[in-house]
T-cell receptor
Framework: QQQVKQSPQSLIVQKGGISIINCAYE??????FPWYQQFPGKGPALLIA?????SEKKEGRFTISFNKSAKQFSLHIMDSQPGDSATYFC?????????????FGAGTRLTVKP | NAGVTQTPKFQVLKTGQSMTLQCAQD?????MSWYRQDPGMGLRLIHY???????DQGEVPNGYNVSRSTTEDFPLRLLSAAPSQTSVYFC?????????????FGNGTRLTVT
């Protein structure tokens, strides 16, 4: 079964700095890799997603970089803001089931200090 | 536009009691699912449904039952609560399933089993 390894577990960044969170997966037969953002007391919400026919996708201050050969993908948050303080989860498709299972990383708690 | 609504928000059960966590969505999504979130373990899929009358097991189904009689509702039943089921439970829906489109999460039910 798919193991998704996410690092670091926690991250403290100064306002204006760059936050980088990494994920590694084992195998997949599908091509949809999302990142979810979760604020305390709320459910996760999609932040950005990539299909690995491209190596990078940017949406505002958020960028996903994808390395298919290394089976790794990362989230970069440029000009980090206190409002970005949240827990971030990466996810990768589970290849051993026919459909409908994403395996999530353990999460990264990001704190952006003002 | 409510999205995904979960009730209750908090629940305390004694070992052996049963209960039903409610989930409703108003986005006309065929796919619905239940996850549990535990510290350091990300989100793990319990059960999912690809449409009314169709359900299947996820990664951690033991101790839980589901049914899907309508497109809108997907309740999760705990048959005989155990302390190991202490967790935060999230219901989610998706237009095409999580391998192809975003999951829309509710705000969770925090369950404590004593």
């Amino acid at each position: 079964q798919q193991q998704v390894k996410q690092s670091p577990q926690s991250l403290i960044v100064q306002k204006g700095g760059i936050s980088i969170i990494n994920c590694a997966y084992e195998n997949t037969a599908f091509d949809y890799f999302p990142w979810y953002q979760q604020f305390p007391g709320k459910g996760p919400a999609l932040l950005i997603a990539i299909r690995p026919d491209v190596s990078e996708k940017k949406e505002g201050r958020f960028t996903i970089s994808f390395n298919k050969s290394a089976k790794q993908f990362s989230l970069h948050i440029m000009d980090s803001q206190p409002g970005d303080s949240a827990t971030y989860f990466c996810a990768a498709p589970e290849p051993t089931r026919p459909t409908n299972d994403m395996r999530f990383g353990a999460g990264t708690r990001l704190t952006v200090k003002p | 536009n409510a999205g995904v609504t979960q009730t209750p928000k908090f629940q305390v059960l004694k070992t052996g009691q049963s209960m039903t966590l409610q989930c409703a969505q108003d986005m006309n999504h065929e796919y619905m699912s239940w996850y549990r979130q535990d510290p350091g373990m990300g989100l793990r899929l319990i059960h999912y449904s690809v449409g009314a009358g169709i359900t299947d097991q996820g990664e951690v189904p033991n101790g839980y039952n589901v049914s899907r009689s309508t497109t809108e509702d997907f309740p999760l039943r705990l048959l005989s609560a155990a302390p190991s089921q202490t967790s935060v439970y999230f219901c989610a829906s998706s237009y095409e399933g999580p391998l192809f489109s975003p999951l829309h999460f509710g705000n969770g039910t925090r369950l404590t089993v004593t």
